[in-house]
């Protein structure tokens, strides 16, 4: 059996200490390959490093809403030679963030465009952020510059079930985090409005630990617990939902 943990964030602080045996603890798990997701320049060259020191993880490289706000005007030459570099799977995370107001949405919009483009021009995936802006971020991924001609994920998915069905009619994988198995998590008819064939598992660590976790570090060992929820939720054996996710994984970053 393998997972795959579609989106993790292993050079923050929080790992600093224990790396190789956050890893050893995944692989332990069957847990053999991490996606690492940079979120600024610094981040994408770290993700990089981590991938080029460690088997089992390959990287995504790009700038999130909210840290745009402080980017370069050349920002965009970095970011390329990072995105071509051979353990680079993905653009991202990359998105829109209303939640927070870290950088004016007209710039967040500004710098999603221009690496939808990027995306475009060099046949890569995107993992993509949003909160609390889908009708900004459909009306861009809807654009017919966009629309069925991008290949990715909407990451952390917050969304209703109408909304789902148009982020899988892009063409797009969604992934949920260990959200779902919190006790206040009310979106069972999402989940199961989504074919599991669309979809991804992630931990999005070291944020949202699953339950029995919850509150302390999340780490890509516990993209099991959220198989294993998925799996209930949908009455469908934990390793169909694992076969496939991993399949899905594999077939849309390439590895």
Known sequence: MTLIDSHAHLYFADFENDLPDVIDRAKSEGVNKIINIGIDLETSKKSIELAETYESIVASVGIHP????????????????????????????????????????????????????????????????????????????????????????????????????????????????????????????????????????????PFMAPVPFRGKRCEPVYVKLICEKIASVLDVPFETIAETTTKNSMHLFGF
């Not at 990072?82 to 991202?92: E, L």
Request: hydrophobic share 40%; aromatic share 8%.
């Open 66 to 205: 909210n840290e745009a706000s402080s980017l370069a005007n050349d920002y965009i030459d970095e970011l390329i030679a990072y995105i071509k570099h051979p353990r680079v799977v993905a653009i991202g995370e990359i998105g829109l963030d209303y939640f927070r107001d870290h950088t004016p949405r007209e710039k967040q919009l500004q710098i999603l465009y221009e690496q939808l483009d990027l995306a475009l021009d060099l046949n890569m995936p995107i993992i993509v952020h949003n909160r609390n802006a889908w009708t900004d971020m459909l009306n861009v991924l809807e654009d017919t510059r966009y629309k069925n001609k991008l290949r990715g994920v909407m990451h952390c998915y917050s969304g209703d079930s109408i909304v789902a069905r148009r982020i899988l009619d892009l063409g797009l994988y969604i992934s949920f985090t260990g959200v779902i198995t919190f006790k206040n998590w009310k979106a069972v008819d999402v989940l199961r409005s989504v074919p599991i064939d669309r979809l991804l598992l992630e931990t999005d660590c």
